[in-house]
């Protein structure tokens, strides 16, 4: 067990739909990374907060968004949905993204979404 | 932006035999190179990983080394056990305050009994 949850486990949606994945961080950890499994684009890394601020964007859509809340713990939320969104969405926590800081990115169990 | 290059993508190996996975990155910048085990239905678990100022890391029967001339790094399993199977993956980081993952495609091992 890494130390981040993430709920829920399945998530089954309609195309056009909006959904919102959350992530608690592990205890301690102030940066928390979102990424995405899909067959075949793989692990690809779609954004990262830092106690509450976008610290960086990766191969984001328009239409998903995130926030990381004053608790630490941080949302994604996925809108306008299609059917290339099914995939397997995961978060990551660390401790401090500074430099000569840790490195090492915890993730949790993930959420399976499925776009019909 | 950087760019991971993972190989093979599928290994199988008999138990008790050794098992090598290798790692290409594009962006000499990169200093953090961790590998991930992933199991079915689970999340990656960091197992190992190695810093650019150090060139061979050893925990137990895993090791990593990098070559950061080259820009390639790997991973090595010795004495495999069937719970050694899952999906690998390599990645690369650059340092500062983003410090996002960019992944290979992953290894899919199987230890044969």
């Known amino acids: 067990d890494s130390g981040v949850t993430q709920t829920p486990k399945h998530l089954i949606t309609a195309t056009g739909q909006r959904v919102t994945l959350r992530c608690s961080p592990r205890?301690?950890?102030?940066?928390v990374y979102w990424y995405q499994q899909s067959l075949d684009q793989g692990l690809q890394f779609l954004i990262q907060y830092y106690n509450g601020e976008e610290r960086a964007k990766g191969n984001i859509l328009e239409r998903f968004s995130a926030q990381q809340f004053p608790d630490l713990h941080s949302e994604l939320n996925l809108s306008s949905l299609e059917l290339g969104d099914s995939a397997l969405y995961f978060c990551?926590?660390?401790?401090?993204?500074?430099?000569?800081?840790?490195?090492?990115?915890?993730f949790g169990p993930g959420t399976r979404l499925t776009v019909l | 932006g950087e760019n991971v290059e993972q190989h093979p993508s599928t290994l199988s190996v008999q138990e008790g035999d050794s098992a090598v996975i290798k790692c290409t990155y594009s962006d000499s910048a990169s200093n953090y190179f961790p590998w991930y085990k992933q199991e079915l239905g689970k999340g990656p678990q960091l197992i190992i990983d190695i810093r650019s100022n150090v060139g061979e890391k050893k925990d137990q029967r895993i090791a990593v080394t990098l070559n950061k001339t080259a820009k390639h790094f790997s991973l090595h399993i010795t004495e495999t056990q069937p719970e050694d199977s899952a999906v690998y993956f390599c990645a690369a980081s650059l340092s500062g305050s983003a410090r996002q993952l960019t992944f290979g495609s992953g290894t899919q091992l199987t230890v044969l009994p």
């Open positions: 990551a926590s660390s401790v401090v993204p500074l430099a000569g800081g840790s490195n090492e990115q915890f």
């Open positions: 205890s301690g950890d102030l940066s």
